[in-house]
């Protein structure tokens, strides 16, 4: 990193369950050194019992300026922050904490917005579009809405838990952009299909979906970083898909949280 680490550095962490995949302590902090910021992000890897106590922790250290959420607490975080933006609060999810003048957290959520615009840097305008989304959770639901109001003409939402996926469903379906429906493994008959599950990231893992009905006139993109090109990834390639990956839309995303972060 370009700046040492000293006294006046201001500390960020990024919290989630596992955390050893992450790729922000080092993204992050070069973009912050590049803005011209003393500013480190250091992992923390906490289990969800522990979240509440943990955030009420780190909270009195008055050096401690921001918190990166990942899976599995974006939901938890959102309700540990004293205020949100309206995509946060609509979505109960947040990804991003920074602090309000009176030490208690604001939170934001670009997971979607990063999604959205790291498929367009990698040849898909989703308007128009009939989407399949696997995953309801953190990542899934800012996707979900990205999508929506970037104008798919139809969004098929898929994941094991029914009351998640309802719950999120019912929320985008009030919002009367497009038909929003529960889909299945199946992504024969859309034109992007989109895995926002961790299925993928361990060795051994099954695919997320029915990746043999892929095929080449789709859009395959996956949130998943480590390994950088996931089973999904690689046998949507075979199939002569366009695809990104989660490094693609980890590095959009990373600088929307970074302007957030330094209140730009």
């Given amino acids: 990193m370009s700046d040492p680490l000293n006294g006046a550095t201001r500390v960020h962490f990024i919290v989630g369950d596992p955390i050893a995949q992450v790729k922000s302590p080092a993204g992050v902090t070069q973009a912050f050194h590049d803005h011209g910021n003393n500013a480190y992000v250091m992992p923390a890897h906490v289990a969800?019992?522990?979240?509440?106590?943990?955030?009420?922790?780190?909270?009195?250290?008055?050096?401690?300026?921001?918190?990166?959420?990942t899976v599995p607490h974006k939901f938890a975080c959102h309700d540990l922050c004293g205020s949100t933006s309206e995509r946060a609060a609509f979505l109960h999810t947040v990804n991003t904490m920074r602090r309000n003048p009176d030490g208690s957290w604001h939170g934001d959520m670009f997971d979607g917005l990063g999604f959205v615009s790291a498929m367009r840097d990698n040849g898909c305008e989703p308007q128009g579009k009939k989407a399949l989304?696997?995953?309801?959770?953190?990542?899934?639901?800012?996707?979900?809405?990205?999508?929506?109001t970037a104008g798919v003409r139809e969004l098929a939402i898929y994941d094991e838990d029914s009351t998640r996926r309802e719950t999120l469903i019912q929320r985008?379906?009030?919002?009367?952009?497009?038909?929003?429906?529960?889909?299945?493994a199946d992504p024969s008959g859309f034109d992007v299909v989109i895995n926002a599950t961790p299925v993928g990231m361990k060795d051994g893992d099954p695919y997320p979906l029915q990746?043999?009905?892929?095929?080449?006139?789709?859009?395959?993109?996956?949130?998943?970083?480590?390994?950088?090109?996931?089973?999904?990834?690689?046998?949507?390639?075979?199939?002569?898909?366009?695809?990104?990956?989660?490094?693609?839309?980890?590095?959009?995303?990373?600088?929307?949280?970074?302007?957030?972060?330094?209140?730009?």
């Fill in 48 to 69: 969800p019992a522990d979240l509440p106590a943990w955030v009420a922790g780190v909270s009195l250290a008055k050096n401690v300026d921001g918190i990166i959420v």
């Fill in 133 to 148: 989304l696997v995953g309801a959770g953190g990542a899934g639901s800012a996707i979900a809405h990205a999508l929506v």
């Fill in 172 to 184: 985008l379906a009030g919002l009367q952009r497009c038909p929003v429906t529960s889909g299945s």
């Fill in 211 to 264: 990746a043999d009905k892929l095929s080449a006139d789709m859009f395959v993109g996956c949130v998943i970083t480590q390994p950088a090109i996931t089973p999904l990834i690689a046998a949507a390639r075979a199939k002569g898909c366009k695809t990104m990956t989660g490094a693609h839309m980890f590095g959009r995303v990373r600088d929307l949280m970074v302007d957030f972060l330094l209140g730009r």
